[in-house]
C-alpha cells in the first residue's frame, strides 16, 4: 500500500490520540536511512526517539533476533526462566554504577521501568513521597504522567493524577533557573510539601530528554546525591533516553561520579526490541516480595536476544568513542549556526546527546516554538526526520544513530542549514 491508502486506513481506525501527524509511512530501514510506502528515501535524525544508537536493523541485532526466534519466543519468564535474563540481568550488574552490588528486573517499556523504581523505592525505605523536577519526562503511565514536569499533551485529557507526588525546579541557567536556585528549590520542596521522614526517593534524568536537552552540572548531582543521604531518601535517575552511549558514557550520570541507588533504562539497549530494566543496589531490589515485580512479557527471550547483541557492539565497534566523535561533530556545525542565524542561540552537546534552541530573540532567550515547528515541516519535506522537544517547544534535538556514515549525517545537516536560510529570509 503506498502512503496515502495507508493514511486514509489511519484516519478511520487509529485512534486521534495515538494516531501520527506524519503523512508517511515507513517500508524498511537500513542504519539511518528509511523509505517510505512511496519509495521515498528520508535521513533519520530521530532514531525512534534516541531507541537506535546502534541505528536501524544493525545486522548482529538482526541475527541475534532471528537465532533466538528458532529456540524460545515466549514462556514468561516467572514461570519457566531462561539463559537471556539472567545473561542481561549479569551484564547489567556489571555495567550499571549503582551503589553497592547490582541487581535487575526487566520490564517492557520505560515507563514501566519507572514504575517499578518507584515501588522498589517504596519498599525498600517505607516511605511514599517521590520528588521529580520541572521539565522532566518519565512516562504515559498514571503514575509517570503525576511524575513529568510538564502537563500537555501527556496528562491534559486525564483527569486527576496520583498523589505524594512533589516537583523542584531543575537547573536551566539559561532560562533563569542557576543550580544554586535549584537545589533551594529542591530544600523548600522538602520543607514545605515533601517531609523528608516521608519521602522515598528523588528521581531525575541527568539531562533532560523531553525537557530539552538540558544537562545537570556533576556538582548539581552531587549535592542531589548528599541531600539524599543525610535524609536517608533514595536517588533514581532516570536514563531511558540519555543511557546506552547517547552522552559517550554508557550512562549520562557516569560523567559526574554519581553512584544513585537505582537507574532505569529503555530505549537503545535492544535497537528496536521492546525492554527496559530497573538495576538498584542489592539490597534495595530486594526489598519487596516474591512475586511482586514483573509482568507477562518482561525480559521476553527475543529481546534479551537483542539486548545481548547490542552490548557487543557497543565494545566491537566502539560506539562510546562514535558517539563523543558526532558530538564534536555536532558541536562544531551548531556553532557556526548560532553565529550564521539569528534564530539559533544556546547550541550544545553532552557526546552525542545535542540541541540548540530556536529563539526569537537571543538577547532575551525568547522562545520560538511556531519557527521550530516550521523548520521541523520543512527539514520532514526535504526528506529529513527532525525532532522537537522542550518545555517552550524550541528545542531541536538530534537522535540520530551513532553509527551513522559521515556522509548520510552531512547530507543531513546541509539540509537543516538550506531550511535555516529559507525561514530566515521568509
Known sequence: MNNAQLNELKTRYVASGAASPATQFAERAENALIWDADGNRIIDFAGGIGVLNVGHRHPKVVQAVKDQLDKVMHTCQT??????????????????????????????SGAEALENAVKVARAATGRDNVICFTGGY?????????????????????GSMPGNVFRAPYPVPYHGVSEEDALNGLKMTLKTDANPRNTAAIVLEPVLGEGGFYAASPSFL?????????????????????????????????????????????????DGMPISAVVGTDKVMDASGGNSLG??????????????AVLEVF????????????????????????QDFACV????????????????????????????????????EKGLVLLSCGLYGNTIRFLMPVT???????????????CLKELSHA
Open 138 to 158: 518519565h512516562g504515559r503511565t498514571f503514575m509517570t504522567m503525576a511524575m513529568n514536569g510538564k502537563v500537555a499533551p501527556y496528562a491534559t485529557d486525564f
Open 79 to 108: 514461570v519457566m526462566p531462561y539463559e537471556g535474563y539472567v545473561k542481561v540481568a549479569e551484564k547489567l550488574s556489571q555495567l550499571t554504577p549503582v551503589r553497592g552490588h547490582g541487581k535487575v528486573m526487566l520490564a517492557n
Open 295 to 308: 509482568g507477562t512479557y518482561t525480559g521476553s527471550p527475543v529481546s534479551c536476544a537483542a539486548t545481548l
Open 345 to 380: 542561540d544556546n547550541v550544545r552537546h553532552l557526546g552525542a546527546m545535542a540541541a540548540f534552541d530556536v529563539v526569537a530573540d537571543k538577547t532575551k532567550h525568547t522562545p520560538d516554538a511556531e519557527l521550530t515547528g516550521a523548520l521541523c515541516k520543512k527539514a520532514r
Open 315 to 338: 565494545e566491537e565497534e566502539k560506539i562510546l568513542e562514535k558517539s563523543q566523535a558526532l558530538g564534536d561533530k555536532l558541536g562544531e556545525r551548531f556553532a557556526k549556526w548560532q
Open 222 to 270: 552531587k549535592a542531589v546525591r548528599e541531600i539524599c543521604d543525610e535524609h536517608g531518601m533514595l536517588m533514581i535517575v532516570d536514563e531511558v533516553q540519555s543511557g546506552f552511549g547517547r552522552t559517550g558514557k554508557l550512562f549520562a550520570i557516569e560523567h559526574s561520579g554519581v553512584e544513585p541507588d537505582i537507574i532505569t533504562m529503555a530505549k537503545s539497549m535492544a
Open 404 to 418: 551513522i556514515e559521515d556522509d548520510i549525517l552531512q547530507e543531513g545537516l546541509d539540509i537543516i542549514e538550506a
